[in-house]
């Protein structure tokens, strides 16, 4: 039972964990919490939806149109709704306040042209489960545990030790200074978002395969905030940490204990981390937060 | 002048909006005043499926009905507004409604939105019915006090917990129940205690007890120890999206049991969302397509609109319709004491659904009957009737 807990427990984290990646991503350089991410990934898994059932394209392709046209589309709520709150040097609560605007118009977008209905993916693997030495997990579930690990790795890497990636971590230093040096401000921020919004992608579909698409489902992403913040905000590693450790708190908590307090227990669990490490774990206030 | 232009676009803008809203739907046939009556509906949102249905089915009606010279010779009009099943919006547009001056509405369709409706509807002394608002306390309060003006033309949660419970010990032989809700649900929490009631009486266990918030997906934590109590059957008072899900999760866990859940679970989401794993559930449903008394109806509407409804809300939001009309002819008017008076003493009012009588003290309906029906090679099938 508690193997089984252990692995449900990852399965749920490993998705919180890729989804707060690109919250922590966009915080770490604009220092504001994106709301609008959770409408990126539902725009994304809508995508993915209409690749696979209306225009009939194989997994592999869908996931990469998917996750191009998810990117485009974070790229676009970057440059409509935040640049010019930038250009003009707004406090971090108005682009959050445009945040939220651009998710609700988003989702009402969605109930206008496409509807309220839900929409159930084609099943990738028929009902396949793997035995993991008496517990259970879906296929589906280690085949997205190990991409998203992957993207996220892929993504530590370029940050860490490409030109532009230290063009990033130099912004989201110090984004004044990193500007003198000559780093180009709205390329890296574009870039960041355009990150951040192939991961949604990513994100959009993993989660239509396992649940559905439908035009809330942007906010299920509040608990992929929470782990990033448990992490701490603008952490990549700590997004993970945090979302895998979220993810099992959870399960052992609903196991456990009662799975009507689950949710007491998480926000206990953030406002205690918050208390004692104000930054969240792996968080690092003005010193290198990539 | 750009000041000037832009205060004459904002003028025609709100001229236009306010066209639009007194437009409202169904045919102005006669030369005198309409009637108006409210719809509270979800036409967005997880409900929107069944809002769409009751909208289609009171438009066929009422097009019918005013064909035929309408209501004391007055046309009937509709003012409808979307409630997303939400309850502040329910709230805001029960004072819309009030202000537009309808005589009665129909709707909301869910208990716990129409209860806040109530706080609205009740000092304005507006008569509202409840569709497939099977919530006790949408007409009589905890304390016994009934709500003058409210009425629902469906079988309450008790009732319905009684089938399922019945159902599970006497068809599915389940002697070992486990229970999952939605805790943020007045109708999965308040279904659940009727058939925990009901089915502890009849000698089975409840062996586990479990819950999941509005709004989640993953539930895989929950079944694994519905799994580990060794439970017969899982009862799921739940909305159509969460059961489908569920049902996908709890058989990729490797759980066997039998799936039994209430009305809300009558949509064809359920098989979409849960696909295979939602063969052979069974769930209690307030009416069904396959009712021949309702054939001629579900053609006539599959003709109109191009597919079946959605049952079981339209069905009931027509029977509401028909009430409204009976309080109307008999009074002579649309006083809302005198209707509410003709309402709860009417016998055997012909309605679509069969013949409808209330109950004084509670109105709710009496004598009506529920099914049960399952799924087979991925169509919802009827398995049996109860009464």
Redesign the interface.
Same mark, same amino acid.
């Given at each position: 039972?508690l193997m089984?807990?252990l692995v449900?427990?990852i399965?749920?984290g490993g998705v919180y964990a890729l989804m707060a990646v690109g919250y922590s991503l966009i915080f770490s350089i604009l220092n504001f919490s994106n709301f609008a991410y959770g409408s990126i990934i539902m725009l994304g898994s809508y995508v993915g939806f209409f690749s696979l059932t209306s225009f009939g394209m194989p997994f592999p392709l869908a996931l990469v149109v998917t996750m191009l046209v998810a990117a485009l589309l974070s790229f676009l709520n970057e440059r409509i709704s935040y640049s010019s709150l930038r250009k003009r040097k707004a406090p971090s609560l108005y682009f959050m306040i445009s945040a939220m605007g651009t998710s609700i118009f988003l989702e009402n977008i969605v109930?206008a042209t496409i509807?309220? @209905?839900?929409k159930?993916y084609p099943?990738l693997f028929a009902?396949a489960?793997v035995d993991l030495g008496g517990s259970?997990i879906?296929k589906l579930d280690l085949f997205a545990i190990f991409f998203s690990a992957a993207a996220i790795l892929v993504m530590h890497y370029f940050i860490k030790h490409s030109r532009t990636g230290i063009a990033i971590r130099a912004a989201s230093y110090d984004s004044t200074i990193a500007q003198i040096n000559g780093v180009n401000l709205n390329y890296v921020i574009g870039l960041v978002f355009v990150l951040a919004g192939l991961l949604a992608g990513i994100s959009g579909v993993f989660?239509g395969l396992?649940?559905?698409a439908?035009p809330?489902m942007g906010?299920?992403t509040n608990k992929a905030y929470v782990s990033a913040v448990i992490g701490g905000l603008g952490s990549l590693p700590g997004a993970v940490v945090g979302g895998l450790l979220l993810g099992v708190l959870?399960?052992l908590i609903?196991?456990y204990i009662r @799975?009507?307090i689950?949710?007491v227990f998480s926000f206990t669990f953030l406002i205690t981390v918050l208390l004692f490490m104000p930054s969240g774990l792996f968080g690092k206030y003005l010193e290198e937060k990539v | 002048m750009l000041k000037k232009t832009v205060s004459f676009l904002l003028v025609c803008l709100f001229t236009a909006a306010l066209t639009a809203c007194g437009g409202g739907s169904g045919g102005n046939s006669g030369g005198s005043d309409p009637i108006l009556i409210g719809h509270e509906v979800a036409l967005?949102?997880?409900s929107?499926?069944w809002g769409e249905s009751e909208q289609n089915a009171l438009d066929m009606e009422i097009e019918k009905i005013n064909a035929a010279g309408g209501v004391l010779g007055r046309p009937i009009e509709f003012k409808r507004y979307d409630n997303k099943a939400d309850q502040t919006e329910a709230v805001n547009v029960a004072n819309r409604l009030v202000a537009d001056g309808v005589c009665a509405i129909i709707g909301p369709a869910q208990s716990g939105v129409f209860i806040a409706a109530t706080s609205v509807t009740e000092p304005a002394k507006i008569i509202m019915i409840g569709t497939t608002t099977t919530n006790e306390k949408c007409t009589v309060d905890d304390d016994g006090s009934l709500h003058p003006y409210n009425f629902r033309t469906t079988i309450i949660d008790s009732y319905q917990g009684l089938v399922a419970a019945n159902f599970a010990v006497e068809d599915l032989g389940s002697t070992k129940a486990a229970i999952f809700i939605d805790?943020g649900s007045d109708y999965s929490q308040g279904l659940a205690a009727h058939f925990r009631n009901v089915y502890t009486q009849l000698g089975g266990t409840i062996v586990a007890d479990?819950?999941?918030?509005s709004?989640?997906?993953?539930y895989?934590?929950?079944l694994?120890?519905i799994k580990?109590s060794g439970a017969d059957l899982v009862f799921m008072p739940t909305m159509q999206?969460e059961a489908?899900?569920a049902m996908?999760q709890a058989?990729?866990?490797?759980l066997t049991c039998n799936f039994l859940g209430g009305d809300a679970w009558a949509s064809v989401?359920l098989v979409?969302?849960g696909?295979?794993?939602t063969e052979g559930c069974f769930y209690v449903n307030l009416a069904s397509l396959e009712d021949p008394n309702l054939a001629e109806w579900v053609a006539a509407y599959n003709t109109k609109w191009g597919k079946n409804p959605v049952m079981p809300n339209p069905v009931f939001a027509v029977d509401a319709l028909y009430v409204i009309i009976d309080a109307i002819e008999s009074t002579g008017g649309t006083d809302p004491d005198e209707m509410a008076a003709h309402i709860e003493n009417i016998r055997d009012l012909k309605v679509l659904t069969g013949y409808i009588s209330f109950e004084p003290e509670t109105h709710n309906p009496t004598g009506k009957s529920a099914v049960i029906e399952t799924v087979k090679d991925g169509e919802f099938t009827f398995y049996k009737g109860v009464s």
């Open positions: 039972m089984q807990t449900t427990g399965a749920v109930y509807g309220a @209905s839900f159930a099943p009902q489960t259970t879906g989660l396992k649940y559905m439908y809330t906010w299920i959870e399960s609903s196991v @799975s009507t689950r949710d | 967005t949102g997880g929107a499926l805790i479990e819950a999941f918030r709004e989640e997906l993953d895989r934590a929950q694994g120890k580990d999206k489908g899900l996908k058989r990729e866990l490797g989401e979409e969302l696909g295979a794993a």
